[in-house]
């Protein structure tokens, strides 16, 4: 950059940062404060040789650029425009901003009274989506308002997407697509291996069995070629749950504070001090739900005991399988039981465990005994206990549970010919908020939080509910999509709470949702 800048001629300046708190901008914006780009290094290498025997008074370059980052601040008159990369380009994950940055951002929260207030709105942060075709910089309602942060806007007519031809209704899979031909089940018998898969994640299983689509390929997380470096353990390589079964087989009160053989040797913990703390981070979560297992079923230990299962349908089918959660007491008593320690329960661990227990209490014993443990999240991490939907599950008659297995089977049956607009993580949001919060908190599971720390339910990896979904929206009120999903909670919910004490549960007083 040039030594003298014309300032004051009254247009855009674009220059470096440089000291300029004596003149007055309207606007001043500061481009790519990103950590590791903003404050400047150290020293270069070996050629620095002040840095080889420094003194007082040297030099400072990270100093010197807080300094100016400061200037630019005073130099605003009226508006500051500060950005920086918050999404990796290649990985999709957060980025932190430039240290400055990070303590201005602190200091704002703290001045609101935010700093403890985990993700909340706040009016001085945007953040933008990675790529400038996007559909939250184009997507309305039915009114045509934004359905995400209004300030998210485009001038960028081509990526702009026409509008379909096909009604609303028809742009998600319709009976019409032709299916290749998929295995299909032996006449007259049912796989609750099966139905279990299908209720944990419906799109996924529709697309992959019933359609032959698959998009593995697409999972960036399913199988990682990389020696892991960070503290964190990708989903299929979750050892909490095992971590609790462990020890509720052997007795044990604590788990142990190093990591057990069979994972110490995985490769599943990233080596040294981001393993210890990816350990230490999984232990209390299975810490704490095995003590809301010990105090639900005892100190005994549990071994495990799957059940064979046959049931004659009402018309005659054979539903068999195996049931995988039943365990047996010290005192010989069988029990159904599961466990997610990492986070709450919800519909895709809560239809299968639903599905075990109907079948356990049909075919076995009327009063099969099951516990069900769950995870906290926000506030609650680190804590555990059964969630709130397992009693309106136990206190089902048989007649109520061979009714709601009834269902579950019809509409699985059915599932080629009218698929289910069913999104689990979303139906779960929509079911249990209150009526005038349930679209509000579906809109959010579906698109995401607007922050870029939480995506959306359309857009999990590899992305089968938003293939499932073609351009659709659940939870807009004006998508006909939207009363079709609205109508197949309602049907879920019916199936695991009839008495609405959990799910939907203001319904049951007449409120409109």
């Not at 980052?69 to 950005?83: P, Q």
């Not at 184009?138 to 209004?150: C, T």
């Amino acid at each position: 950059m040039p030594e003298r800048q014309p300032f004051l001629l009254g247009g855009v300046t674009f220059c470096g940062l440089v000291p300029q708190r004596s003149i007055p901008f309207g606007m001043v914006c500061l481009l790519g404060m990103s950590e590791g780009d903003f404050p400047r290094g150290g020293g270069e290498a070996g050629l620095n040789r002040i840095a080889q025997h420094p003194r007082r008074g040297d030099r400072d370059a990270r100093s010197e650029d807080r300094y100016l980052f400061l200037e630019a601040l005073m130099a605003a008159r009226r508006r500051l425009h500060v950005s920086y990369v918050g999404i990796g380009v290649h990985d999709g994950r957060p980025r932190n901003p430039a240290a400055p940055l990070a303590e201005l951002l602190s200091f704002l929260d703290e001045a609101h009274g935010l700093a403890d207030a985990g993700e909340p709105e706040r009016p001085w942060r945007v953040v933008h989506p990675l790529q400038p075709f996007d559909p939250r910089y184009y997507e309305r309602d039915g009114a045509g308002r934004p359905l995400h942060d209004p300030r998210l806007f485009s001038y960028e007519a081509r990526y702009l997407t026409p509008p379909l031809e096909v009604p609303a209704e028809r742009r998600f899979l319709v009976p019409e697509l032709p299916y290749p031909d998929a295995p299909a089940e032996q006449a007259g018998e049912l796989s609750l291996a099966a139905l279990s898969r299908y209720w944990r994640d419906p799109p996924r299983d529709l697309l992959r069995q019933a359609a032959g689509i698959g998009l593995d390929a697409t999972d960036a997380d399913a199988f990682d070629d990389r020696e892991p470096l960070e503290a964190r353990v990708a989903p299929l390589d979750r050892f909490d749950r095992r971590l609790l079964l462990d020890a509720l087989a052997t007795g044990a009160d604590r788990i142990a504070a190093a990591p057990p053989p069979w994972l110490a040797r995985s490769g599943v913990l990233p080596p040294g001090a981001p393993g210890a703390r990816a350990y230490a981070g999984a232990r209390a979560a299975a810490e704490a739900a095995l003590d809301a297992a010990r105090a639900a079923i005892g100190d005994a230990p549990l071994s495990a005991a799957p059940q064979a299962i046959e049931l004659v349908l009402d018309d005659g089918r054979r539903l068999g399988g195996r049931c995988e959660r039943v365990y047996r007491r010290g005192d010989g008593r069988r029990l159904l039981f599961d466990a997610q320690p990492a986070r709450p329960a919800d519909f895709r661990d809560l239809l299968p465990f639903y599905l075990d227990l109907a079948v356990s209490r049909l075919t076995i014993d009327p009063a099969f005994e099951a516990v069900f443990v769950e995870g906290g999240e926000g506030t609650r991490v680190g804590r555990a206990g059964t969630p709130p939907l397992l009693a309106a599950l136990l206190a089902q008659t048989p007649v109520q549970l061979a009714a709601g297995l009834a269902r579950l089977i019809a509409l699985w049956d059915v599932r080629r010919a009218r698929p289910l607009p069913f999104f689990p993580r979303t139906a779960w949001a929509y079911a249990t908020a209150a009526p005038g919060e349930r679209l509000l908190r579906a809109q959010r599971r579906w698109h995401g939080d607007g922050s870029g720390w939480q995506r959306g339910e359309r857009d999990y990896a590899p992305g089968y509910a938003g293939l499932f979904a073609r351009g659709a929206s659940p939870v807009d009120p004006g998508s006909a999509l939207h009363a079709d999903f609205v109508a197949a909670v309602a049907a879920i919910c019916a199936v695991l709470d009839p008495d609405r004490t959990v799910l939907l549960r203001e319904d049951a007083r007449g409120e409109d949702a």
